[in-house]
């Protein structure tokens, strides 16, 4: 562990502590944010005291993102949330702007030191340590990926910065610098292997003995991750993180049971209904929409955001000795489809199929009939097969039958030959609109 006082403080405890933490948040956004007095005013909170402590949270609104992008204008580009000067600021990051005008997320001196701090531990729980050297896949210019780079100067990490569609570039960084683990999507990393069979590459026998996996749902599911660590000859974890949070929230640890929450103390993890907003107990087993609460930010807090990251809770002993609650991403709430009244998440659909390798590539894509999440069976669903697969004319039936005895809605399969389907250099599309 990298704070092992920290890590393996009993969470009973952290949560004491946390609820200190809370309630003088609270007081802070009440006296800073124009946007949290007016909706906690709203909801009849105007004290901190009004609001009570973490066991009422529940009682208080979610803060949805659109609700923050509402409230900027050219005189406040980062919105009403805003609680500081542009004195105090250090670092502003954006997200990409892919439907409309970028978010502005701003950073004090404390709160870039927060978010290196939580996230060190997150990335330490993979089992790098000082005097490594990782090789990075991500953009990390305007974006919060950028925070990485502290992260390592923390740890004491050697980082070759790649980013992505430099393929040429980051083999031959393998190939001649050695680093001891890669860090990129699970798209990416499952590219790579198609990349370098293709080419002769022995990524098996590299210097990479781990692959820290982020960015999209994937590293977690037991075929994907089967998949990485065969083709790479390496342990591979994940970690998950939200810009508008935080970077590397969660990480996972070496017995790769789930994400451990390394900022604690920072971030608060709720559990809820994504259809009713209603809180859910979080305990082994539980799944819901993960909803975050800053504890000690001072920049821009959000309080109760929804994430639209769909996940199931451990809290149970780990082996590791961490005490926080673990998680595994299912999916993003935003990409979930409705079929006939079933939830279908696109990383769960690619999970299955992924059960029939070697007879598939692992490669899948959804191309929903009609436009909007509500969907009529079946589903239908491109399925890539194997390089040199053996014909099969029942494999088709066979994983719509899985997909309806696991997932439980009717699916319409197509099988395409190896190659038909795109790969990524970052994120992978499971859902063609």
Not at 196 to 214: H, P, Q
Not at 227 to 237: C, F, I, K, N, Y
Request: hydrophobic fraction near 40%; charge should be neutral; aromatic fraction near 6%.
């Amino acid at each position: 562990m990298l704070e092992p006082d920290v890590e393996s403080l009993p969470w009973a405890e952290q949560a004491r502590r946390d609820d200190a933490l809370y309630r003088a948040q609270l007081g802070y956004l009440l006296d800073r944010s124009a946007f949290y007095r007016a909706k906690l005013g709203g909801a009849g909170v105007r004290s901190a005291g009004d609001a009570g402590g973490l066991a009422d949270i529940g009682r208080l609104p979610l803060t949805e993102k659109a609700e923050i992008r509402a409230s900027c204008s050219d005189d406040n580009p980062i919105g009403t949330h805003l609680c500081v000067g542009r004195d105090e600021f250090v670092r502003i990051f954006s997200t990409s702007g892919t439907t409309g005008t970028p978010s502005y997320i701003p950073l004090t001196a404390g709160d870039l030191d927060n978010w290196v701090t939580g996230s060190s531990r997150s990335y330490a729980a993979s089992g790098i340590a000082r005097g490594e050297l990782v090789v990075s896949t991500y953009n990390a210019g305007p974006f919060v990926a950028g925070a990485a780079l502290g992260i390592f100067d923390r740890m004491g990490i050697g980082h070759i910065p790649v980013g992505t569609g430099n393929t040429e570039r980051l083999m031959a960084a393998i190939r001649l610098l050695k680093p001891t683990a890669a860090i990129t999507t699970p798209s990416y990393a499952a590219h790579l292997i198609e990349w370098a069979s293709d080419r002769g590459f022995d990524l098996r026998g590299s210097s990479v003995r781990r692959v820290m996996v982020a960015g999209e749902p994937g590293g977690g599911e037991p075929g994907m991750r089967e998949r990485l660590e065969e083709g790479w000859g390496a342990r591979v974890t994940e970690a998950m993180g939200i810009g508008d949070i935080g970077i590397s929230l969660w990480g996972e640890c070496e017995r790769q049971n789930g994400m451990h929450l390394g900022a604690r103390g920072f971030v608060w993890p709720e559990l809820i209904d994504p259809e009713t907003g209603a809180s859910i107990p979080m305990e082994d087993g539980a799944r819901g929409e993960l909803v975050l609460t800053h504890l000690q930010h001072r920049a821009a807090p959000l309080l109760r955001f929804r994430t639209r990251d769909h996940v199931e809770v451990w809290t149970s002993p780990c082996a590791c000795g961490r005490t926080a609650p673990r998680v595994r991403c299912i999916g993003r709430t935003d990409d979930m489809l409705i079929v006939r009244g079933v939830n279908v998440f696109p990383s769960a659909v690619r999970e299955v199929v992924g059960t029939f390798a070697p007879a598939v590539s692992g490669a899948m894509l959804i191309r929903p009939k009609a436009a909007g999440v509500k969907q009529e069976p079946p589903l239908p669903v491109v399925v890539e097969l194997a390089k040199d697969a053996p014909d099969d004319p029942h494999l088709a039936a066979r994983i719509a039958e899985r997909l309806r005895a696991v997932l439980v809605f009717g699916a319409g399969v197509e099988l395409v030959p190896f190659g038909s389907l795109q790969r990524s250099e970052y994120k992978s599309k499971l859902v063609q609109h």
